[in-house]
């Protein structure tokens, strides 16, 4: 069989930005402060980064120690360590969930495209009923949303199909620090309107009565999504490694700045929010629905400035969903690629269309296909559940027993101290305590908690 040459990342840059894109998505500045709406704010972004520091970045090393060590896609590099037992279906699983992932994000990523044609034209500024018809209208009409699905599809490709140098980091240095500037502008105008004190204490000045066991477990699964755990993406971009990365400190940049981005959503939203009166937890509808009404009114003391604040607004939640999306089509294009041994356009082709025909099928199951329900769910909330509720797990919890408990020491501590060049020898022994047992417990108690069996 035909050995494939080895991409790499150009540089240390190169590394932290794109690994961090992977992870910095529609989980940090759409799901993350509809979660701290819900669970008490500064609460529950203290508890956040607790869980980050117990759970997250000892999931990710792990991640970066496979990836790293296979130097290959991600099932291939699972099938390495584990020496061609069954813990090798633990990649397989990795890879499917990265998959069906890409699929339907790719609709949600589709809407944030839309918003931003909407925002350009004008068409979210009216009353509240108007932007929730609004967005109800668009998500069940067939054909707006697929279109949008397959542009962003479409722009993923053509990211990924130039490879890891000249595409993914290449795009990753443009879209990071853009994605940071926006952020800083939109935080600065919503800071700066009547009364958003009070959104910002409601971020910063925590409630301690607001503490309870579902807030602790809101905070372990958010840690889990935000950071892109067990969907594939840490392992393949580990995969492009080289041998002189400290990967302790790229867990650490990367779930800095993922924490950052999310932070800095959140001064975006409840500042504004606070200052026309509306509920910090509106809940996932905040981004669509309640979040254009609120720009409409906070920013309606300037002429335009609402406008321009929208436009903004929805440009980066697009290219915060397209950093994700190419990282979630890279996991299959790399599998193909390796595992049939063909050119990466051809396998960036057959993975776009594959994502395609199942972003059509998740998008019409909210408008046309909406009364087929399969256990009583659209195909949509079937992938959303199947992957975010069973797969990311299973294949998390997995991954933490494979490292903790099968893979041999030696190599672990060899990858995780870059074959002790780095003195973290007591760093690696608190590793291993939390993989081997915290982290699979955390995870077990996750999802058995929200089936209610415990």
């Known amino acids: 069989m035909a050995k494939l040459e080895r991409a790499g990342f150009g540089t240390k840059l190169g590394v932290i930005l794109a690994t961090a894109g992977s992870a910095v998505g529609l989980g940090n500045i759409w799901r993350f402060p509809y979660m701290a709406g819900q669970n008490g704010g500064a609460v529950f972004i203290m508890i956040y980064i607790f869980c980050v520091l117990l759970l997250g970045i000892p999931c990710m090393i792990s991640e970066f120690i496979i990836g790293r060590h296979g130097q290959s896609n991600t099932a291939r590099a699972y099938r390495k360590m584990a020496g061609g037992t069954a813990w090798s279906l633990i990649g397989y699983m990795s890879v499917l969930t990265g998959f069906l992932i890409t699929g339907y994000y790719a609709v949600v990523s589709g809407w944030c495209l839309e918003y931003v044609w909407a925002s350009l034209l004008g068409k979210l500024q009216g009353e509240p009923a108007y932007i929730t018809e609004y967005f109800s209208t668009f998500s069940q009409t067939p054909m707006k949303p697929i279109f949008w699905t397959l542009v962003i599809l479409l722009a993923s490709y053509l990211i990924v199909e130039n490879g890891v140098r000249d595409g993914i980091e290449r795009a990753s240095k443009l879209m990071m620090p853009t994605l940071f500037i926006l ?55 580990a995969s492009y490694y080289s041998k002189y990365t400290n990967l302790t400190n790229a867990a650490v940049q990367i779930s800095i700045i993922d924490f950052i981005v999310a932070l800095l959503a959140g001064l975006v939203i409840f500042p504004a929010a606070f200052s026309v009166g509306v509920s910090p937890d509106s809940g996932p509808s905040l981004i669509f629905i309640t979040l254009p009404n609120v720009f409409y009114q906070a920013f309606s003391v300037i002429p335009g400035l609402g406008y321009f ?29 390796e595992e049939m041994v063909i050119t990466r356009k051809k396998a960036a082709l057959i993975v776009s269309i594959s994502t395609m025909i199942v972003g059509v099928i998740c998008s019409l199951s909210l408008g046309a296909w909406n009364t087929h329900k399969i256990f009583g769910m659209t195909i949509f909330d079937l992938f959303d559940f199947v992957t975010g509720q069973l797969f990311l797990p299973i294949v998390g919890f997995l991954t933490c027993i494979f490292i903790g408990w099968f893979v041999p020491h030696k190599i672990v501590r060899d990858e995780f101290t870059n074959w002790g060049t780095l003195r973290n020898g007591t760093l690696y022994h608190i590793y291993m305590f939390l993989i081997k047992y915290v982290c699979p417990l955390c995870i077990l108690f996750i999802f058995l908690r929200q089936f209610g069996w415990i």
Do not use: R
């Not at 809101?218 to 594939?232: D, N, R, T, V």
């Not at 697009?318 to 950093?323: D, Y």
């Not at 089509?329 to 690629?337: R, Y």
């Open 183 to 237: 952020l800083l502008i939109i935080v600065v105008a919503s800071c700066m309107l009547p009364n958003a004190q009070e959104g910002v204490e409601f971020l910063f000045k925590p409630d301690f009565t607001k503490i309870n066991g579902e807030v602790f477990l809101a905070a372990l699964g958010q840690s889990f999504y935000s950071l892109s755990i067990a969907m594939g993406c840490i392992c393949t971009y």
């Open 309 to 337: 604040v929208s436009v903004l607004f929805y440009v980066l939640l697009s290219m915060a969903a397209l950093t994700s999306l190419m990282s979630l089509h890279e996991v299959s294009t790399a599998f193909l690629q």
